[in-house]
């Protein structure tokens, strides 16, 4: 299968600035580097992303999966990439069929910036099918206390989110952006481009933000089955969720969890959560 070529347009993820704090001291911080991508494909612009721009090629490849405008990474000939002008040129092999038509309806989401999924967010949702995978508990707590141990834009700078792929307790790539629906694609398109592309059944994808609706179905997309978050869930990620038997754990900090959908999938081992803390009367 052929890969696209791809430019490694990275650009800084932070930069310092001046401030002034409550006690009237000048200081010197660091903040994200948000800056905008504006995607063309072939030569028709299709969408501004608002991103730090780490690996901006995988986020711009694996928007096009997890939009559904392509479906194999072989129809992408090139990601080129120009921070000069802002600008990602995606050239496709054979075009896209009715691009017109397919992006002139969106569904803005809840995503922290540029959040949408083009049109019929749930035309789709039965035609995934997701692997029988499960997750252990010591594998979620394990997961969780990798998560604590990462260096990350967000303890340097802060106001970023993290995404994560997981084999078992095994970190394949930790991502960070300005929206988790960036880093989720950033990971989508990664996962196109290992080759042969990377099998997903075995994956747990974790997310530092709440599980909204486009985050539970571009995991689902991805054929990644189980989803955990620090953070908690809403009402129609959660419907989602069960309708599709995907397992999402939120809240997920320490020894605690609260496992919101499919929890078959989750192997319980409650002796490792420790002894449970009785209430003062």
Same mark, same amino acid.
């Given at each position: ?5 791809l430019t490694e347009a990275r650009a800084p993820l932070t930069r310092e600035i001046a401030t002034v704090n409550e006690h009237g001291e000048s200081d010197t911080v ?48 090139? #990601?080129?990439?120009?921070? !000069?002008?802002? %600008?990602?040129? $995606?050239? +496709?092999? =054979?075009? #896209?069929?009715?691009?017109? !038509?397919?992006? %002139?309806?969106? $569904?803005? +989401?809840? =995503?922290?910036?540029?959040?949408s999924v083009f049109g019929g967010l749930m035309d789709e949702i039965d035609k995934i099918d997701l692997p029988p995978a499960s997750i252990t508990q010591s594998q979620l707590y394990g997961i969780v206390n990798v998560i604590r141990l ?132």
């Amino acid at each position: 299968m052929p890969l696209p070529f791809l430019t490694e347009a990275r650009a800084p993820l932070t930069r310092e600035i001046a401030t002034v704090n409550e006690h009237g001291e000048s200081d010197t911080v660091s903040i994200p580097a948000e800056r905008p991508l504006t995607v063309y494909v072939d030569n028709r612009e299709l969408v501004t992303l608002m991103t730090l721009g780490a690996r901006p090629e995988w986020l711009v490849l694996g928007y096009l999966r997890n939009q559904r405008l392509v479906n194999a990474v072989d129809e992408v000939e090139s #990601i080129t990439v120009d921070w !000069e002008v802002d %600008a990602a040129a $995606v050239k +496709t092999r =054979g075009g #896209i069929e009715r691009i017109e !038509e397919r992006t %002139a309806s969106r $569904v803005i +989401t809840t =995503g922290c910036g540029q959040g949408s999924v083009f049109g019929g967010l749930m035309d789709e949702i039965d035609k995934i099918d997701l692997p029988p995978a499960s997750i252990t508990q010591s594998q979620l707590y394990g997961i969780v206390n990798v998560i604590r141990l990462q260096e990350s834009t967000y303890k340097s700078a802060g106001s970023v989110h993290g995404c994560a792929l997981f084999r078992g307790e095994e970190m394949l790539l930790f991502v960070e952006d300005v929206g988790r629906h960036n880093a989720i694609d950033t990971i989508a398109g990664w996962m196109w481009l290992q080759d042969p592309p990377m099998a997903s059944a075995d994956k747990v994808f974790y997310t530092t933000g709440r599980l909204t609706s486009e985050m539970v179905m571009k995991s689902a997309q991805m054929g990644v089955p189980v989803v955990v978050s620090r953070s908690g869930i809403t009402q129609m990620g959660h419907a989602i969720a069960q309708r599709l038997g995907l397992c999402a754990i939120g809240r997920a900090a320490n020894k605690r969890f609260l496992c919101y959908s499919a929890p078959q999938r989750l192997q319980l081992q409650p002796e490792l959560a420790g002894p449970k803390l009785r209430a003062v009367a």
